[in-house]
């Protein structure tokens, strides 16, 4: 079992910065991957980025490319979500998940990200 533990979400302007993070506890040597997704009321959640543990290179929704940042602290057992340049689009709560070699995936409770016009 793993479990995560989001944090940095709040209420920010557009253009804005927020730096997310999730903290990953128990088996976490299995994990080998690590991403974020988002969702909003009445739609499905949506791929954000994501990072494999060895740290190469990451992939992103074109959505969010060239203004999010995803980032692995493997001894921390963290991931992070640097986001800049917000925009009204990018409210939602955002969620972490952790890929394992069992073939489970496993996610946090999110936490809501605000960007006001």
């Known amino acids: 079992q793993v479990q995560l533990f989001e944090s940095g979400g709040g209420v920010v302007q557009a253009g804005g910065s927020l730096r997310l993070s999730c903290v990953a506890s128990?088996?976490?040597?299995?994990?080998?991957?690590m991403g974020w997704f988002r969702q909003t009321p009445g739609k499905e959640r949506e791929f954000v980025a994501r990072?494999?543990?060895?740290?190469?290179?990451?992939t992103y929704a074109d959505s969010v490319k060239g203004r999010f940042t995803i980032s692995i602290d493997a001894p921390k057992d963290t991931a992070y979500l640097q986001m800049d340049s917000l925009k009204p689009e990018d409210t939602a709560i955002y969620y972490c998940?952790?890929?394992?070699?069992?073939?489970?995936?496993?996610w946090g409770q999110g936490t809501q990200v605000t960007v006001s016009s």
């Open positions: 998940v952790a890929y394992t070699g069992g073939g489970n995936d496993y």
């Open positions: 128990g088996r976490t040597f299995t994990i080998f991957s």
């Open positions: 990072m494999y543990w060895s740290g190469s290179t990451p």
